[in-house]
């Protein structure tokens, strides 16, 4: 009887893991990390609807256990995977967690992610949207090198943003918006630029893509400030218009930093 138990008892911790995760609960697989956590690891069931929903906490063994990361390549080249709900208890998503899923077009980033790390969504064709929590303070290499990223928001926790390091040569986006109070960009290729903060800065590039904007609309703005990084001009300014608020478009047409770009208009004309 001792044997039979100890052969059935492999059996199920055999099919309990996959592709080294420690066990399989409801299809979707699982890594041990510190004070009971988990992270979603390789080998997951995708449902036939192409949407997966992760959840807050998992119970198996008699443990209670609390999902709080993605692992590196949790997702990779996963083509059947078009949308993920993502638990408000994930804190850390893995470097090319959703590298090459092709069918992927929503994706939740919860309060609480600090950094997207590199090659994240890599080759997401379909994701053209993407909302970045507060939290977020860095994103990491390539993080959407390849991708269809049209429209992207940046939450108050980014302060610097360069284009080229986060998309890779050859991006183009068509809206940045920025929520931090202060953000510093350089090396962006994007046709408008919302800035709901204070102010936005422009550091002067030295790679092959400069950066090139379009519209810039400066929602956010009490004053006039100095864009400029180093007081070092970028090029792009003579082809951008500039919305200000209203109450002070008198004051960004007088101030010489200002003078570099296109147009500075009213924010009452601006149309999105």
């Not at 100890?6 to 004070?35: E, M, P, Q, W």
């Not at 998309?167 to 183009?172: C, E, I, L, R, T």
Request: aromatic fraction near 10%; hydrophobic fraction near 40%; proline fraction near 4%.
């Amino acid at each position: 009887m001792k044997r039979l138990f100890s052969v059935i008892f492999v059996f199920f911790l055999l099919i309990s893991t996959v592709r080294g995760a420690d066990f399989t609960v409801d299809g979707i697989c699982y890594s041990i990390l510190k004070n009971n956590c988990l992270g979603v690891a390789e080998g997951s069931v995708i449902p036939s609807s192409g949407i997966l929903a992760v959840p807050r906490a998992v119970d198996f063994g008699g443990s209670s256990y609390t999902v709080t990361s993605i692992d590196s390549d949790a997702f990779r080249g996963r083509k059947d995977l078009k949308e993920i709900k993502l638990p408000p208890t994930i804190t850390s998503i893995g470097s090319a967690a959703f590298n090459g899923c092709s069918s992927l077009s929503k994706i939740n980033l919860p309060e609480g992610v600090r950094m997207i790390e590199g090659w994240t969504f890599r080759g997401c064709d379909r994701l053209k949207s993407l909302v970045l929590p507060n939290s977020v303070e860095e994103l990491e290499v390539h993080v959407a090198d390849r991708s269809g990223l049209k429209d992207l928001t940046l939450g108050t926790g980014l302060k610097y943003l360069n284009g080229q390091k986060a998309f890779a040569y050859g991006h183009k986006l068509d809206l940045l918006t920025v929520n931090a109070p202060e953000c510093t960009v350089r090396e962006l290729n994007c046709q408008t630029v919302v800035d709901n903060g204070e102010q936005i800065f422009f550091e002067a590039g030295s790679m092959s893509i400069s950066t090139q904007i379009r519209t810039l609309v400066l929602r956010g703005a009490t004053q006039v400030f100095e864009p400029w990084i180093d007081g070092k001009v970028c090029k792009f300014a003579s082809s951008c218009t500039v919305y200000v608020p209203d109450a002070l478009l008198s004051s960004f047409r007088a101030d010489p930093s200002w003078m570099s770009f296109k147009a500075i208009l009213p924010l009452s004309k601006y149309k999105k």
